[in-house]
C-alpha cells in the first residue's frame, strides 16, 4: 500500500508539474504551424506569470489573477505579432528581444511595488480539485482527477487543438500557410489575419501557463520562476512533431523527469544530499536534450517556419 501511495503521488506530480508545459507547447504548435517561430514565449510566460502574481495580490482573488495573466500574455505575444508581422523584423531576433524585455520589465515593476528584500506571498494557492466518482477510481483517479483546473484545461485543449488544426478551415489555412505563404496569398488567404489569430491562442495559453506558476504551483514570484520552461515548450513542439498529441506527450516526459527528481531528492539523507539534489534537478533539461537528439533529427517542419513574409 506505502509503495502504491508512493507511485500515486509520482505521477499525479508528473502531471501537475506538465501543466505550464501543456499549454505552452500547445500554443506554439499553433502558431509553428503558421509558419512563425516565437522564441519570445519565454518571455510571454514570464509576463503571465508576473501579472497573475499582481492581479491576485492586489485584489485578493486568484481568479481575477488568472484573467491577468491570460489577459498581459497575449498583449506580449501580440507584441511580437507587431514585430514580425507589420514591421517584418526577424522572428529569432524579435523573440529574443522580447524575452529581454519582459525580463526587465518585470523585474522593474516588481520593485516599483515592493521594496528591495520584501518577499511577498499569496495567502492561497489554485489547490487541486476532484472530480466526483472519477477521483475514486484506482490508481487513474488520484493520478488524473484530483488535478488543478490548469490541468483540467490542459486535458481539454489538446483535442480541441488538435481538431483545430486538422479539421477545421482555419486549421487547413493555417498550415497551407506555413508551407509557403505566398503562394496561400496568391489564393485568396489572408496570412497577416490568420497567423494573428494563431497568436491570439498562443498568447492565451501561453499566458495561462505563466499564471499558474504563481498562482497555483508557487505563491510568489521571482523572474527566475520561468526556469526556461519556454524554450522547454519550443523543444517539446519539434519532439512532438507539430502535433498537439506529440507536444502533450513530449510536456509529459518532461513533467515526469522533473517530478521523479524531486521524488528521489526527498528521500536523499546525509552530507552530499544537498549536491545530488542539485544535480538531480538538471535531470528534466538533459533528458529533453536528450529525446531531441534521438527523436528530433529527422523530423521536418512547416517549410516557411521562421521566415520572413511580405505581401510586397
Not at 480539485?129 to 490542459?154: C, D, E, M, R, W
Not at 518532461?254 to 531528492?265: H, P, Q, R
Amino acid at each position: 500500500m506505502i509503495e502504491l501511495a508512493l507511485f500515486i503521488s509520482l505521477f499525479s506530480a508528473t502531471i501537475y508539474n506538465a501543466a505550464p508545459l501543456i499549454l505552452a507547447s500547445l500554443g506554439e504548435t499553433v502558431v509553428e504551424r503558421g509558419g512563425i517561430l516565437n522564441l519570445g514565449i519565454e518571455g510571454a510566460m514570464l509576463m503571465g506569470a508576473f501579472s497573475g502574481f499582481m492581479g491576485a495580490y492586489l485584489t485578493g482573488s486568484l481568479y481575477i489573477g488568472l484573467i491577468c495573466s491570460i489577459i498581459v500574455g497575449i498583449s506580449t505575444v501580440l507584441v511580437f505579432g507587431f514585430l514580425v508581422l507589420k514591421i517584418n523584423l526577424d522572428q529569432v531576433v524579435s523573440g529574443l528581444a522580447i524575452n529581454l524585455l519582459a525580463s526587465g520589465l518585470c523585474l522593474y515593476l516588481f520593485r516599483l511595488v515592493f521594496s528591495e528584500g520584501q518577499l511577498p506571498y499569496l495567502p492561497s494557492l489554485i489547490t487541486p480539485y476532484a472530480i466526483p466518482l472519477l477521483s475514486q477510481i484506482p490508481f487513474f483517479g488520484p493520478v488524473f482527477f484530483n488535478q488543478t483546473i490548469f490541468v483540467y484545461i490542459g486535458f481539454i485543449a489538446v483535442p480541441m487543438i488538435y481538431l483545430l488544426i486538422f479539421k477545421t478551415s482555419f486549421g487547413l489555412r493555417l498550415r497551407s500557410i506555413g508551407e509557403d505563404p505566398v503562394i496561400s496569398s496568391y489564393l485568396g488567404i489572408d496570412v497577416t489575419k490568420n497567423r494573428l489569430i494563431s497568436l491570439i491562442i498562443e498568447g492565451a495559453l501561453v499566458g495561462m501557463a505563466g499564471g499558474l506558476l504563481t498562482i497555483s504551483l508557487f505563491n510568489t514570484f521571482d523572474t527566475r520562476i520561468v526556469a526556461a520552461r519556454g524554450f522547454i515548450a519550443v523543444s517539446i513542439v519539434i519532439l512532438g512533431r507539430w502535433n498537439p498529441i506529440g507536444a502533450f506527450a513530449g510536456s509529459i516526459l518532461f513533467g515526469f523527469t522533473d517530478a521523479l527528481s524531486l521524488w528521489v531528492s526527498a528521500f536523499l539523507t546525509g552530507p552530499a544530499a544537498l549536491s545530488i539534489s542539485q544535480l538531480l534537478s538538471i535531470l528534466p533539461y538533459a533528458m529533453t536534450i536528450l529525446a531531441l537528439l534521438i527523436g528530433g533529427r529527422s523530423v521536418r517542419g512547416p517549410a516557411s517556419l521562421g521566415s520572413p513574409y511580405s505581401k510586397e
